[in-house]
Nanobody, 128 residues
Framework: QMRLVESGGGLVQPGGSLRLSCVVS????????IGWFRQAPGKEREGVSCASPQGSMIKYAESVEGRFTVSKDNAKNTAYLQMDNLKPEDTGVYYCAAGACVAFQGKWLAAADNFVSWGQGTQVTVSS
């Protein structure tokens, strides 16, 4: 059974940094792509980033490009989302999910249907 557990969220001031972790079980990070999504109150879920299992494709939403970085430690079965220069509009519940990165004309489609298993989410609040 695939399972993902996020951690690392919290309250941070604008301009600050957080690193989210996503510990997986029931599969390996070489088998499934890991997507990161977020959902702000009253808004639809938004795709943040997607990394293919072998790292050949890593995509970011335009809103986080240059500020967020994904990585993983296969030995720890853990994927990471490093978030720097955080802005108030980055506030939301962040989820990691296992599945596939699907791109069209170089752009990640960020469709939730491409992900088969989701974590429970971790809250990120950016506020002064």
């Amino acid at each position: 059974q695939m399972r993902l557990v996020e951690s690392g969220g919290g309250l941070v001031q604008p301009g600050g940094s957080l690193r989210l972790s996503c510990v997986v079980s029931g599969f390996t990070l070489d088998e499934e792509a890991i997507g990161w999504f977020r959902q702000a109150p009253g808004k639809e879920r938004e795709g943040v980033s997607c990394a293919s299992p072998q790292g050949s494709m890593i995509k970011y939403a335009e809103s986080v490009e240059g500020r967020f970085t994904v990585s993983k430690d296969n030995a720890k079965n853990t994927a990471y989302l490093q978030m720097d220069n955080l802005k108030p509009e980055d506030t939301g519940v962040y989820y990691c999910a296992a599945g596939a990165c699907v791109a069209f004309q170089g752009k990640w489609l960020a469709a939730a249907d491409n992900f088969v298993s989701w974590g429970q989410g971790t809250q990120v609040t950016v506020s002064s």
